[in-house]
């Protein structure tokens, strides 16, 4: 069983910065990658951010410049530091596992898998 916590979500002026973090625990191989989502009501979940246990980032364009993510192999830990928040980055944000459960790892025999967080809400105000 895999397990995320989530943690750093609130309320900041639009400006401010919020850091966001989110470990994994349980049953895995490795990890492939972590990253965050966000969902607007009535929009699909969609990337913010994403890091590779090689290091490989990938950022939404909207936030380049902005948000940063960063990742600790150690703690299977993954963090979001946010900065120059804006009100339309207001959501609910996701922590996503993409790990391998056996050295196989591939999604036709189950032995890789993805996992969500339960979320957590950021919200910014003009």
């Known amino acids: 069983q895999v397990q995320l916590v989530e943690s750093g979500g609130g309320l900041v002026q639009a400006g401010g910065s919020l850091r966001l973090s989110c470990a994994a625990s349980?049953?895995?191989?490795?990890?492939?990658?972590m990253g965050w989502y966000r969902e607007f009501p009535g929009k699909p979940r969609d990337l913010v951010a994403s890091?590779?246990?090689?290091?490989?980032?990938t950022y939404k364009d909207s936030v380049k410049g902005r948000f940063t993510i960063s990742g600790d192999n150690a703690k299977n830990t993954v963090h979001l530091q946010m900065n120059g928040l804006k009100p339309e980055d207001s959501a609910v944000y996701y922590c996503?596992?993409?790990?391998?459960?056996?050295?196989?790892?591939?999604?036709?025999?189950?032995?890789?898998?993805?996992?969500w967080g339960q979320g957590t809400q950021v919200t910014v105000s003009s």
């Open positions: 996503n596992l993409d790990y391998c459960l056996t050295p196989t790892c591939d999604y036709s025999d189950y032995s890789r898998g993805d996992y």
């Open positions: 349980g049953s895995m191989f490795s990890i492939v990658s």
């Open positions: 890091i590779t246990r090689d290091g490989v980032t």
